[in-house]
């Protein structure tokens, strides 16, 4: 069973930072794509980063790409988001979701609606 459990949200002033981790299992971690995104309420939920840690590449967003930095341990199958100069509108719940890389090479980014999701962290950055 295709397992993702997201951890280290948290309240933080603005300009702070915090590091997001998602612990996975249940599946074979270089063979997907794991990507970071975010949901405010009453907000569509906004892609942050991508990670495939087959070949340890990464893609974040425009707009939070200056900020925010993804990557992967492959020996604790683990990605993490580290996340800096925080600000009160990123206050949102941040999920990881995973999907394998045959369709996130087939469909991009879509992909992940297809994909197995954590059940999120909570960051709220007060002002």
Known sequence: EVQLVESG?????AGGSLRLS????????????IGWFR??????RQGLSVVTPKDG?????????????ASSDNAKNTIYLQMNSLKPE?????????VHLLTYQARGNYAFNLGSWGRGTQVTVSS
Do not use: I, M
């Not at 299992?25 to 794509?33: E, K, R």
């Not at 949901?39 to 569509?44: D, I, L, M, N, T």
């Not at 990123?90 to 995973?98: E, K, N």
């Open 57 to 69: 590449s990464t893609f974040s967003f425009a707009s939070v790409k200056a900020r925010f930095t």
């Open 9 to 13: 949200g948290g309240l933080v002033q």
């Open 22 to 33: 998602c612990a996975t299992s249940g599946f074979t971690f270089g063979d997907y794509a």
């Open 90 to 98: 990123d206050t949102a719940v941040y999920y990881c979701a995973a």
């Open 39 to 44: 949901q405010a309420p009453g907000k569509e």
